[in-house]
């Protein structure tokens, strides 16, 4: 089969490189599912709140690119944004929107608790091994989801978009003045 010895280490090294790339395209594909989920999670957040609060949801979004395809108030998009528009009415407590704008961050950061709690999570050791459960990926996704608390602004599909962090000081603000 192999000519010489030297055709057999080649063969075995080509296999043992294809390995690494499955492995390393395996590692991608969870980590966009992690992210996507995640992003998922943090939006379901604020609808919750939102219906909760007795407002109604205008459109929620996952991505912010070209459209993948639209059903009713729910939209696909390329990309790893989300978005939740909602209306509430006016005469709304800047408390209770302080709570809607929080709504996502609390969500993931139950997942997150709750996926510490009920499963057998080494993240440290892992990450050192280069090993990531989607459990793991999952928890690191909705840790870097806190940073939306950062309050700034920021461009989305041409127009000027809060965070949820700008948004809770805005709705503290007017809740200060009351």
């Known amino acids: 089969?192999?000519?010489?010895?030297?055709?057999?280490?080649i063969e075995f090294r080509r296999r043992f490189y294809m390995m690494y790339v499955f492995l390393g395209v395996l590692c991608f594909i969870k980590g966009l599912t992690a992210l996507y989920l995640t992003t998922f999670?943090?939006?379901?957040?604020?609808?919750?709140?939102?219906?909760?609060?007795?407002?109604t949801i205008a459109e929620f979004e996952m991505g912010s690119g070209k459209?993948?395809?639209?059903?009713?108030?729910?939209?696909?998009?390329?990309?790893f944004k989300g978005?939740?528009?909602?209306?509430?009415?006016?005469?709304?407590?800047?408390?209770k929107q302080i709570i809607i704008s929080l709504g996502g961050v609390i969500f993931?950061?139950?997942?997150?608790?709750?996926?510490?709690?009920?499963?057998?999570?080494?993240?440290?050791e892992n990450l050192l091994q280069f090993?990531?459960?989607?459990?793991?990926?999952?928890?690191?996704?909705?840790?870097?989801?806190?940073?939306n608390l950062r309050p700034h602004k920021f461009i989305r599909r041409g127009k000027e978009s809060k965070t949820d962090g700008l948004q809770v000081?805005?709705?503290?603000?007017?809740?200060?003045?009351?």
């Open 41 to 55: 999670i943090h939006e379901l957040g604020h609808a919750c709140m939102v219906l909760l609060n007795k407002g």
């Open 131 to 147: 090993k990531l459960s989607f459990t793991e990926w999952m928890l690191i996704t909705c840790l870097t989801d806190i940073t």
């Open 83 to 95: 978005r939740c528009r909602y209306d509430v009415p006016k005469n709304t407590h800047p408390l």
């Open 108 to 124: 993931t950061l139950l997942t997150a608790i709750v996926l510490i709690a009920y499963t057998e999570v080494n993240i440290f």
């Open 169 to 178: 000081v805005e709705y503290f603000s007017l809740l200060m003045k009351k």
């Open 67 to 79: 459209n993948i395809f639209r059903i009713k108030k729910f939209t696909l998009s390329w990309g």
């Open 1 to 9: 089969m192999y000519k010489n010895r030297y055709s057999k280490r």
